[in-house]
């Protein structure tokens, strides 16, 4: 008898293991499912708040001021909001011109750009652009500086919420508000104030032109002391704000 219950003892054995294995994958998939529901229930919300509040920082302001600190300079986020129906014409068109002149007419995605950048990224281990108003839009203001897949993803996600739930006014409005334009500089309001010394909403075609030609690496290139390559791109930019037709945001 005692030989029958040992050998029963190991059955016994493994089904309560694989009923605890059960139990626990069921509250691993319940914990899962609540994260997800949290996530995108606290990210819609995120979206429309900003949709009537402005943003006051961003995850790329407060790491650039730390590595300003890392570097012995002084902490500095220049940062002064202007509104959409403040910012001069020229301002507008010359960042449709110089970032993506489909804007006003896509969801948030250029497909026939990401093609492109897809392409050039198969011969690169750096993550090429391709990236819309709406898109850069959205990694400036809801996520981390970097290049990954994994953020690229999130991006997407963002992107779609704010073509939801934002007119192209208050995707464009944010925009020109959040974007880096040089050290410790964000927005076309301290970009006009400490290049031109005057407000965004008297920039001429040459001026807003230069300021949106260094949107892709404002801390290397000046809209003031341009280099040669700078230059020709301030002149294209001039050149597609012209081609434009009328902007109806």
């Known amino acids: ?17 694989s009923m605890k294995r ?20 606290l990210s819609i919300l995120w979206v429309l708040l900003y949709r009537f509040v402005n943003p006051p920082v961003t995850w790329l302001m407060v790491s650039r001021g730390f590595e300003r600190k890392a570097d012995g300079k002084d902490w500095k986020i220049d940062k002064k909001w202007i509104d959409f129906d403040d910012i001069s014409d020229p301002m507008k068109r010359a960042a449709v011109a110089a970032e993506d002149q489909k804007f006003l007419d896509h969801f948030g995605f250029d497909f026939k750009a990401m093609e492109k950048a897809i392409e050039k990224n198969s011969h690169n281990h750096k993550l090429q652009g391709g990236s819309t108003i709406s898109q850069q ?19 997407a996600y963002f992107t779609i919420l704010i073509e939801l739930f934002w007119s192209k006014k ?15 500089i964000y927005g076309v309001e301290a970009a006009a ?8 909403s008297d920039l001429n075609t040459y001026q807003a032109a230069a300021i949106a030609s260094i949107f892709p690496d404002p801390l290397k290139w000046s809209p003031t ?15 597609n704000m012209r081609r434009l037709g009328p902007l109806d945001f």
């Open 225 to 239: 002391d341009p280099s040669n390559y700078v230059r020709h791109r301030q002149y294209l930019i001039r050149k």
């Open 1 to 17: 008898m005692k030989n029958k219950k040992r050998a029963k003892n190991p059955k016994s054995k493994r089904y309560f293991r």
């Open 22 to 41: 059960g139990g626990i994958l069921k509250l691993i998939l319940r914990i899962l499912k609540l994260a997800l529901i949290l996530f995108f229930a």
């Open 170 to 184: 208050r995707i464009m409005e944010i925009y020109l508000n959040e974007i880096e334009m040089g050290d410790g």
């Open 193 to 200: 104030q400490n290049y031109y010394h005057k407000s965004a």
């Open 137 to 155: 839009t959205a990694k400036n203001v809801f996520l981390w500086p970097g290049r990954s897949y994994v953020r690229k993803g999130f991006e």
